[in-house]
Nanobody, 115 residues
Framework: QVQFVESGGGLVQPGGSLRLSCLAS????????MGWYRQALGTERELVAA???????NYKDSVKGRFTISRDNAKNTLHLQLDSLKLEDTAVYYC?????????WGQGTQVTVSS
């Protein structure tokens, strides 16, 4: 079973940027759709961005125009570019396969937006 390791989080001021990475332990090329999720303290985990094998992407309304998801099948890596960050983007961010082939959650990477 493939496993994911997320990285790239940190503390950033409102309006700042971060680039998150998700490295898979095996090939991701066969996964039709993958996504980035986030979970803020005391809330449910939510899907914020998804990317299909053909490169199409979808975003949660609140992050459209600010977040960009990408995948590099050759490097077994998923990325999430976070721009124009807001206080409400503070959360632990996770990546996973979307659908019945989803796997156990990794440790995630903490993004904290604070002035």
């Amino acid at each position: 079973q493939v496993q994911f390791v997320e990285s790239g989080g940190g503390l950033v001021q409102p309006g700042g940027s971060l680039r998150l990475s998700c490295l898979a332990s095996g090939s991701i090329s066969s996964f039709y759709v993958m996504g980035w999720y986030r979970q803020a303290l005391g809330t449910e985990r939510e899907l914020v961005a998804a990317i299909f094998s053909d490169g199409r992407s979808n975003y949660k309304d609140s992050v459209k125009g600010r977040f960009t998801i990408s995948r590099d099948n050759a490097k077994n890596t998923l990325h999430l570019q976070l721009d124009s960050l807001k206080l409400e983007d503070t959360a632990v961010y996770y990546c996973n396969i979307i659908g019945p082939n989803s796997v156990s959650w990794g440790q995630g990477t903490q993004v904290t937006v604070s002035s």
